[in-house]
């Protein structure tokens, strides 16, 4: 049964319904929006009018205090039976991304795998020499084509509530300074910008400070025009653990092979033999991670 918002005064004098408000994973609180739901769902691959269903059939569910991850769920099931494993894997990529862990060591190896598709030559947890002391960087990447240098520190969290703050932001600012700063004559200093990457969300503060002190930002949905999940979809990368068809169990063993992302599946589909499956649900999640890849850029 359907349960309604209070019901308050229009402008025009009629009554209208407020929107129920929602628990976000931070445990804020904000009025549901059923826009923002297809437009996530469009971007997964979803059609328009599918979309639009979905979202429908969902808001019809939602109480007031309802939590972000159960009105979640109830749209991932609908999308996956209407549009398909494919579809609803790419809508699950932030959670998927959350299941890398509990170590940040896979999802170094994951942004590692993804800049290396865009181009860049990548070493993972490199030392380099700073102007103080020397700094472990979690990878430090190099475009020819570009003649361009970079070192990233990344953030992973398995917490979908949790922000990266200012504090982290103020943190990878002195760093990356102390690498800027470092001596030639002692070292080379083969960097030209530092980034700080994460796969959830920056607080405002960590963006206000990063955009005034040029801290560049990589997240999860910032920026809005080459966010992580923007890059993830243009660059066809994805986790291993956006595959519907594998068990948790099935996914931490893949990932404890070396397996993280999901074209690993489809460039040689032996990479699944330690799972030991059956025949047919090799098939099965093979063809769902072909399908994945197949999917068109985000609209």
Not at 261 to 281: A, F, I, K, W
Request: proline share 5%; net charge neutral; aromatic share 8%.
């Amino acid at each position: 049964m359907t349960t309604f918002s209070p019901i308050v005064g229009g402008t025009d004098g009629l009554a209208t319904t407020a929107p129920p408000i929602i628990i976000k994973a931070d445990g804020s609180r904000e009025a549901f929006d059923s826009a923002r739901l297809v437009t996530s769902l469009r971007r997964a691959g979803a059609g328009e009018h599918t979309a639009a269903h979905i979202a429908d059939a969902v808001t019809r569910t939602i109480t007031h205090g309802a939590l972000s991850k159960e009105i979640y769920r109830r749209a991932f099931t609908l999308l996956r039976q209407h549009e398909g494993r494919p579809v609803a894997a790419r809508y699950a990529l932030r959670r998927a991304l959350l299941e890398l862990g509990p170590s940040g060591h896979p999802f170094e190896d994951f942004v590692s795998r993804l800049y290396r598709k865009e181009g860049w030559q990548v070493e993972t947890r490199k030392l380099m020499q700073g102007k103080c002391v020397v700094h472990e960087v979690d990878f430090y990447a190099s475009h020819p084509g570009q003649n361009a240098y970079l070192a990233a520190e990344l953030k992973y969290h398995n917490d979908p509530g949790y922000k990266t703050d200012l504090k982290v932001a103020l943190y990878v600012k002195s760093r990356f300074d102390d690498i800027f700063s470092c001596n030639p004559s002692k070292s080379s200093c083969p960097i030209d910008r530092g980034i700080l990457v994460t796969n959830t969300k920056f607080t405002s503060e960590a963006i206000a400070y990063a955009s005034c002190a040029g801290v560049e930002l990589l997240g999860w949905s910032y920026p809005a025009d080459n966010s992580l999940f923007m890059r993830m979809a243009r660059a066809k990368v994805y986790p291993i653990t956006a595959l519907t068809g594998l068990s948790r169990a099935e996914k931490r063993l893949s990932i404890d092979a070396g397996v993280v992302t999901v074209d690993e599946v489809v460039q040689d589909r032996r990479v699944l033999e330690p799972l030991h499956l059956s025949p047919e649900r090799v098939g099965e999640i093979f063809a769902e991670a072909e399908g994945l890849l197949a999917l068109p850029e985000p609209v």
